[in-house]
Structures are given as structure tokens and as C-alpha cells.
């Protein structure tokens, strides 16, 4: 008798709800008239035929509950589903006084019809409505009551199990976008000519620099890891994150040597703050991909933290020509980023692109901003 909460049917406007509870609810008020009409028929039938008292006691039992009961689930279903959201605590109060209403109404009205029936004189008429509306409004505030509270414990069971499904799905989807996104990021490593490049150059490095040759292997295997490897808990410390991207420009820089500059500029106390694995790879590794290969002078990179009253901004600052956001596709990379932050961090998590001036004037930098809540 309780109104649904909107969250249960989250597609369905509430007006549209509403409505249709309604509209099925008063389509029931005709029953009351029907059953009354049904009682007058058997007393008149059965008035030559002796019935016991059982029998008399279950006619006008059936008489008062028509009376009563359809007009309380009418006016409950109507008090619940336009003030439960709007009055949550005075709803109670407002159907305890309905229930008062109809059981007096209602007691009334089956007194009436089995007067005009014939059950008892009109001598007995106000007798019988007052021995019977004690016990009738008893009846009626119980059974409405403990209905209007089942009812109201059911839909808030159901809204919590929606709920708990819903998380779940998103989280499974946000697993899903992770594992996507390891998915792109192994493969974006084991690119034959990323990987061709990386061993090439790991190979002209080993007559004349052995030890960096061998450090480079380190770090390419390193990287390979963590790629697999990613906590599936969706979230990594940033100290780590911060390790993978330091590996993954140098190996670059193996590769681009003087044209590949950057620096990490993250303040050391924020390395435990989680993070979304591979998202800041993912914004050097664009970088990378679309400054530094494409132009015969390089780019210079710059990574910077910062934490804003609870507000994790991580930066990625290239001296590149920049990119609409416009142009991000939801398959992979920065599209794919986007949408575990949506996940992760719902109505919080953001990656935002803009043009930052230079300090001489005469140059601009593209900035990728990830902003999300510390955790």
C-alpha cells in the first residue's frame, strides 16, 4: 500500500508511476458496491430459507468488510503514493487518521444496508453501530497498519537489493573497462614496433653501455608486469603508478633520446594516495605517441600533483600543438580512462583537456587533467 520508490524504476518518470498505481487502484472501488449488492441479493434469496447463525454472522461479517477494507486499501494506496516521499514521518499519522475515517464510514454504511434488509428493527439500528465500531476500527487499524508497514518494509528491501545490483554491475563494468585497459596498454607494449624499437635500441646499447642496456631490460619487464599485474581493486598508490610512467619514458628516451624531456614534479606525500592504474601512463603515453613521434624537435613533458581540498588533480603538460576533447573515442586510451573515472569516482572523476599559456607569451602547452576525490 506503500508508494514504490522511484529508484526501483529508474527509466519511469515518477509522475507516469503514480498514475498508473492510481488509475489501477480506483479501478477497484467499484468492488465495494458490488459486494453489497452481492449480500442484499443473498438475504433476499435466502430470507424463507433458516440459515443458522453461523451462517448470518459470516453475511454480515462480508457486509462490513466490504465496507470497510476496500474503501482503507483505496485510500491507503492514494495517501502513500502522493505523501510518502513528500511527508515521510506524517504519512503514518495521516493514514492512521484515513483508517479512523472509513472504519466509522464504513460501520456506518453496513449498518445501514443490513437494516434496510431486514437483519434487526430500527430500534436496533444505532445499538449495533455503536457495539460494532470498537471492534471495526480495531480490525481496521491493525490489518491496514500492519499491511501499510509490510508493504513500505518490502519496497525498501527491493530498492536496497536494486541498488546493491546496481553497484555491482558498475563495479563489474568498471573491472571490465580495467581489464580493456591492461588489455590496450600490453598491447600498446608489445606493438612490434614499440617492441622492435625498445630491443634495437637495448641492443646498440649493449657494446658501449652495457649496465643501461640491462637497466632497460629491467624496466621493460617491469612495465610488462604491471600491466598484467594491476590491483583488482581498480585503485593503485600513486607512488607506483608514478614508477611505471618513470619506466615508461625511459625506455622511450632510449628510443627518442634528446627530442623525449620530462619531468615528474609530484609532491612525495602524495604518493599514497590511489589512484586509477595506468591513468597517468595512459596521458604520458598519448603524449608521447602524438607529440613527441610526430615532430622532428620532440616535446618536453611534465607531470605535476597536486591535492585541493580532498580533490586529487594530476597534470600532464606537453608544449604540443593540443587536441579538442571532442576527439577522445570511448574505445581505448583516453576514452577508456574517462569511463573508469566515471566509475570509480561517479559525478566526481574527470579528465579535463585545455590550453595553458607559456610563460613568454609566444607559445601554448596542452594540459590533460585528471581530477578525482582522494580515497
Not at 590491483?231 to 598508490?237: A, D, F, K, R, Y
Request: glycine share 6%.
Amino acid at each position: 500500500m506503500t508508494h514504490k520508490p522511484d529508484s526501483m524504476n529508474p527509466a519511469a518518470p515518477c509522475g507516469d508511476e503514480e498514475h498508473s498505481i492510481l488509475a489501477g487502484v480506483f479501478k477497484a472501488v467499484w468492488i465495494a458496491p458490488a459486494v453489497a449488492v452481492f449480500i442484499v441479493v443473498l438475504y433476499l434469496v435466502l430470507g424463507h430459507i433458516r440459515l443458522s447463525q453461523m451462517g448470518y454472522g459470516f453475511l454480515n461479517s462480508l457486509c462490513y468488510s466490504a465496507f470497510i477494507g476496500f474503501p482503507s486499501a483505496v485510500i491507503l494506496t492514494w495517501i502513500s503514493v502522493k505523501y510518502t516521499e513528500r511527508f515521510p514521518r506524517l504519512v503514518i499519522a495521516m493514514q492512521t487518521l484515513a483508517l479512523l475515517c472509513t472504519a466509522t464510514l464504513g460501520t456506518l454504511a453496513a449498518t445501514l444496508l443490513l437494516r434496510l434488509v431486514g437483519v434487526f428493527s430500527p430500534a436496533q439500528l444505532w445499538p449495533e453501530f455503536r457495539a460494532s465500531l470498537p471492534f471495526a476500527t480495531m480490525i481496521t487499524l491493525v490489518v491496514g497498519l500492519g499491511i501499510s508497514s509490510f508493504e513500505t518494509m518490502r519496497y525498501k528491501l527491493q530498492a536496497a537489493t536494486l541498488e546493491l545490483r546496481t553497484k555491482q554491475v558498475e563495479q563489474e563494468r568498471a573491472y571490465k573497462l580495467l581489464a580493456e585497459a591492461r588489455l590496450s596498454s600490453l598491447e600498446s607494449r608489445i606493438h612490434p614496433h614499440f617492441l622492435f624499437n625498445t630491443l634495437n635500441s637495448i641492443a646498440a646499447l649493449i657494446p658501449s653501455d652495457p649496465a643501461r642496456a640491462e637497466d632497460t631490460v629491467g624496466k621493460l619487464a617491469s612495465l610488462l608486469r604491471f600491466s598484467l599485474n594491476a590491483q583488482h581493486s581498480g585503485l593503485v598508490p600513486l607512488g607506483q603508478e608514478l614508477r611505471v610512467v618513470r619506466d615508461y619514458l625511459e625506455i622511450e628516451k632510449t628510443r627518442f633520446g634528446a627530442r623525449l624531456n620530462y619531468t615528474i614534479d609530484v609532491p612525495e606525500q602524495l604518493e599514497t594516495v590511489s589512484v586509477p592504474p595506468l591513468a597517468v601512463q595512459t596521458l604520458v603515453e598519448n603524449a608521447v605517441k602524438h607529440v613527441v613521434s610526430q615532430r622532428a624537435q620532440g616535446a618536453a613533458i611534465q607531470v605535476t600533483g597536486s591535492n585541493t581540498a580532498g580533490l586529487m588533480r594530476l597534470e600532464v603538460m606537453d608544449d604540443g600543438p593540443g587536441f579538442s576533447p571532442d576527439a577522445i573515442t570511448p574505445e581505448r586510451g583516453l576514452g577508456n580512462l574517462v569511463a573508469r573515472l566515471e566509475l570509480l569516482f561517479p559525478g566526481q572523476g574527470r579528465l579535463e583537456v585545455l590550453r595553458r599559456a607559456d610563460n613568454s607569451g609566444e607559445a601554448g602547452k596542452t594540459v590533460v587533467r585528471l581530477i578525482f576525490p582522494v580515497k
